[in-house]
């Protein structure tokens, strides 16, 4: 059993930058795959970012590639997300999501959900 919580968002200017943060309890957190995803008024949740389970491979989604870092902290059991260059669209409920399957976390299947954290980036 994993539990997420995430952390850092607020309102922001475009062109700012904020950093969220997953903090994760439970055991094993080395071995799962970590993602980001988030949520737009009245759109469907979208892919953001993700992150191996060492830590060697991330894969970001184009809207934010580029702009936005991911990293995690295996000894503190964390996961971040640095967002930089912010915009508008980049306005949402922003959630952290764990599972052992890379591609499952990819594909928005991941076991375990944080309940997010809403970020407002004003123009």
């Known amino acids: 059993q994993v539990q997420l919580t995430e952390s850092g968002g607020g309102l922001v200017q475009a062109g700012g930058s904020l950093r969220l943060s997953c903090a994760a309890s439970g055991r094993a957190f080395s071995s799962y795959a970590l993602g980001w995803f988030r949520q737009a008024p009245g759109k469907e949740r979208e892919f953001v970012a993700i992150i191996s389970w060492s830590g060697d491979t991330t894969l970001y989604s184009d809207p934010v590639k580029g702009r936005f870092i991911i990293s995690r902290d295996n000894t503190n059991n964390t996961v971040s997300l640095q967002m930089n260059s912010l915009k508008p669209e980049d306005t949402g409920v922003y959630y952290c999501?764990?599972?052992?399957?890379?591609?499952?976390?990819?594909?928005?299947?991941?076991?375990?959900w944080g309940q997010g954290t809403q970020v407002t980036v004003s123009s």
């Open positions: 999501a764990a599972d052992l399957r890379y591609w499952a976390v990819y594909a928005g299947d991941g076991e375990y």
